[in-house]
């Protein structure tokens, strides 16, 4: 029988949704928790323990796994062997001998085989990020000399695909590649090796392509196959992984989980930088003057805003959350008062004695992940603007909303000081409330207008002629190859003639109808 349902545990960040789910599970039964990170995971055990020492809990992830082992291998030996001993003591009524808890990561889950999970409840401990977008520059010789024996390429459309009977040889390379960080094998051969997701090769100027892995996680076959479902997290039916459920056609029931919640004691301050609701990386690159600077520096508005987000809070204990491309300001400028949070702050609850948060983050995909955003979409069969906005949703105001409640606003009701926060606009100031359902002081004194930049028209000369140096050359190899194939000249001569690859003197052939 297939499971169509999923139990929702929708509540407020540090109501008790994993307590409640700890102290609400039966003993005698067979339970897959998963949680996004693995020191949440390791949170989750020590709750057990804590809390059920009458339970049977294990857990896997690399911390646990040995030398000669896998994460997905152990994980799946340890279900088949509990799945006996459930069976065993079903036939033979022998109840309360058979019952555990495993608590694995939801990547791990994710690739675990369905059929083995009939037996199961599987509980996801926060809301799963499925978005399974990458991409990444290649010259087209590297590409060649990585996939020319496993991975062919329509020359027409750049769809990549595995060479007849590759498949297991993939799975190999994808292993090897990522234990050792090569990260054009890896985004290639576990983009192949993923029914949802499609890899591309798309030409670029220079001689290269940029790979793209565009797809999602589909936990559909995991759900489907499972004894019962359940999902904990914030303001789950804003989320695309809701979204993606419902175009799967799931229907949704309140989990046994659910904590009850009152809601939070102490109302936070927000106070905004700039007016409006529009924010992005090119504005804090943005000058004074309207023009537009290459990095991030002491000339920029994002400079001078991150220094007001900072400095507002004279010196208190601080969580700030920045892009990696922003921490030169820090090389500059010394806060010892200043600790700079992972965007995903979920599980970071060492900080309780915190009371101040910084955010200058947009939110805003880049050009190429915004594309690969809305095929992914489509892949997905989920509506484009529903999906837009609950990526949007996740990437901003639930990553600012989650930071804040790393502070004693998650002691609740034993909160003793109020949580100030920075953000970047005055327009995020009403989803945040929204989505920690509490009104919130605002506090206007660092609010300015949004920069205005001038728009680009022209490249600078040198960087004109530089590029203009490089088409030239790529044209005059072009045409010397072509004038050599038609000479009677082989492919493999031609492109050993003029320096290029193979694959990439066939494609101009192929081009131009030779």
Avoid at 53 to 60: A, F
Avoid at 366 to 373: G, I, K, L
Avoid at 439 to 462: F, G, Q
Wanted: aromatic share 8%.
């Amino acid at each position: 029988m297939s499971n169509t349902t999923i139990n929702l545990a929708s509540a407020l960040m540090g109501s008790g949704k994993t307590r409640s789910m700890v102290k609400g599970i039966d003993d005698e039964a067979l339970y897959l928790v998963a949680a996004p990170k693995r020191d949440l995971c390791r949170d989750i055990f020590s709750a057990f323990k804590s809390l059920r020492p009458d339970v049977e809990v294990e857990i896997i992830n690399a911390d646990s796994v040995s030398p000669d082992g896998t994460v997905l291998s152990e994980a799946v030996e340890t279900i088949e062997t509990a799945n006996e001993e459930y069976e065993f003591s079903e036939s033979f009524s022998t109840k309360g001998s058979a019952g555990r808890v495993l608590i694995l990561t939801q990547t791990t889950l994710a690739n675990l085989p369905p059929h083995l999970l009939e037996n199961w409840t599987v509980i996801l401990d926060e809301v799963p990020d499925i978005q399974s977008n990458l991409y990444k520059n290649i010259y087209s010789d590297q590409f060649d000399r990585m996939f020319d024996e496993t991975v062919k390429m329509d020359t027409k459309t750049g769809e990549l695909s595995l060479e007849d009977g590759m498949e297991f040889k993939a799975a190999e390379r994808l292993h090897k590649a990522r234990s050792a960080e090569l990260h054009h094998e890896a985004l290639v051969y576990d983009g192949l090796l993923h029914p949802t997701s499609e890899v591309t090769a798309e030409p670029r100027t220079g001689d290269k392509y940029i790979l793209k892995s565009t797809g999602y996680v589909d936990y559909a076959p995991i759900f489907k196959a499972a004894k019962e479902v359940h999902v904990m997290g914030n303001a789950i039916r804003k989320t695309l992984f809701y979204l993606y459920l419902e175009a799967q056609g799931f229907s949704f029931d309140v989990s046994e989980f659910t904590p009850e919640f009152r809601g939070y004691k102490v109302p936070p301050k927000m106070v905004p930088l700039i007016s409006g609701d529009r924010f992005s990386k090119r504005m804090m690159l943005t000058r004074p003057d309207g023009t537009e600077s290459d990095a991030f520096d002491s000339s920029t508005v994002g400079w001078k805003l991150l220094k007001d987000g900072l400095d507002y809070h004279a010196g208190e204990p601080l969580l700030v959350h920045i892009y990696d491309w922003m921490k030169p300001f820090f090389n500059e400028h010394t806060y010892p008062n200043v600790v700079v949070i992972k965007l995903d702050s979920r599980g970071l609850n060492r900080y309780r004695d915190y009371h101040r948060t910084t955010h200058l983050i947009h939110g805003n995909a880049a050009p190429v992940n915004s594309q690969m955003n809305q095929r992914m979409l489509e892949m997905m069969g989920v509506d484009r603007k529903a999906g837009l906005k609950a990526i949007r949703h996740e990437r901003l105001i639930e990553t600012i909303s989650q930071a804040m409640l790393r502070t004693g606003m998650r002691d609740v009701q034993g909160q003793t000081h109020q949580t100030v926060t920075v953000v970047p606009t005055m327009g995020l100031i009403d989803d945040i409330r929204e989505n920690l359902e509490i009104d919130v002081e605002v506090d206007t004194s660092l609010l300015r207008e949004p920069p205005k930049s001038i728009e680009k028209t022209s490249h600078s000369p040198a960087k004109e002629a530089r590029r203009e140096s490089k088409r030239s050359a790529k044209q005059e190899k072009k045409e010397k190859a072509l004038e050599l194939l038609s000479r009677g000249w082989t492919v493999t001569a031609a492109a050993q003639e003029i320096g290029k690859s193979r694959k990439t003197v066939q494609r101009w052939a192929t081009a131009c109808g030779r």
